[in-house]
C-alpha cells in the first residue's frame, strides 16, 4: 500500500510557524524523530529495549517525516538512531529521501529499558503491580530492582551523544531517530510516534533549548504516544 504525497501547503506550516524559542543560527540542530508505529504500539505494550520492527503505518509515517525532512530550510549533516530496528528503520527511510545518507547507530540513543513493564499493556502491569503502574503513568521516579532503567542514566548518554555531535557537526543539523520513554525524559512530556522535535544545543551539547515540540503536522493524522504518559 503506497503512502500519500506530503502536501506543500503543510511543509510550509510545519517549517515557517513560530518556534518555542528563538533559534540561535551558529549552533547545532538535532532534529529527534519519534520511529513509526510497531504492532505494539498498536496494541499497548510497553516496548522499551525489546527489537519490534515498524509495521506498515509505521513505514508510511517514516516517508512523511522524511519528506518533511528533505525540505527542512537547514541542510541535514548526518542520520543518528538507536540501534534498535524500529528507529533505524526509520532513519532508513528517511536516509534515503536525503539521497542515500548512511544511518550511523549508537547505543546511547536506545530507548529506556523498562524491566518488568516490556512486553504489557496497561492492564497487565495494573494486574500484576498497581504501584508500579502508578509511577509510571505519574512520571515519578521508577524503582530500579524492577530492571527498569533509572532517568537518570537515560539522560547521561543521551548527553554522551549530543556532546559528540555538537562536536563532530559544530552549527550543523543532526536527525536523531529515537523512542518515545527516552524523549519523555528529555522533554518531560511525551510525543506522537513520528513526530519531529527540534533541539538547539547549548555550549558542548550537555544543555539544550526546545525550538519545536512533538510537531505531527507532517502526518495524516497524530502518531500514538506512549502508552500511559
Known sequence: QKCAKLTPRLLSVYFFSPPMSPPVSVATHVLLVRHGETHWNLQGRLQGSSDIELNETGLCQAEYSASALKAHPRPI????SSPLLR?????????????????????NLRERRL???????KEEVLASDPALWEAWAS??????NKGIEAEEEVLERVQIAFR???????????????HGALMKCLLRC????????TLQLKGDGSQWDIVTLGDDRHLPQPGLKVVGM
Open 77 to 80: 549533516d548526518a542520520i543518528w
Open 87 to 107: 528507529a533505524y528503520q526509520t532513519g532508513v527511510v528517511i536516509g534515503k529521501a536525503l539521497g542515500h545518507m548512511p544511518v550511523h547507530s549508537t547505543s
Open 115 to 121: 524491566g518488568d513493564m516490556e512486553g504489557k499493556t
Open 139 to 144: 512520571s515519578a521516579p521508577l524503582p530500579t
Open 164 to 178: 559528540e555531535i555538537a562536536q563532530q557537526y559544530p552549527q550543523g543539523t543532526v536527525v536523531c531517530c529515537v
Open 190 to 197: 511525551s510525543v506522537g510516534n513520528a513526530s519531529i522535535t
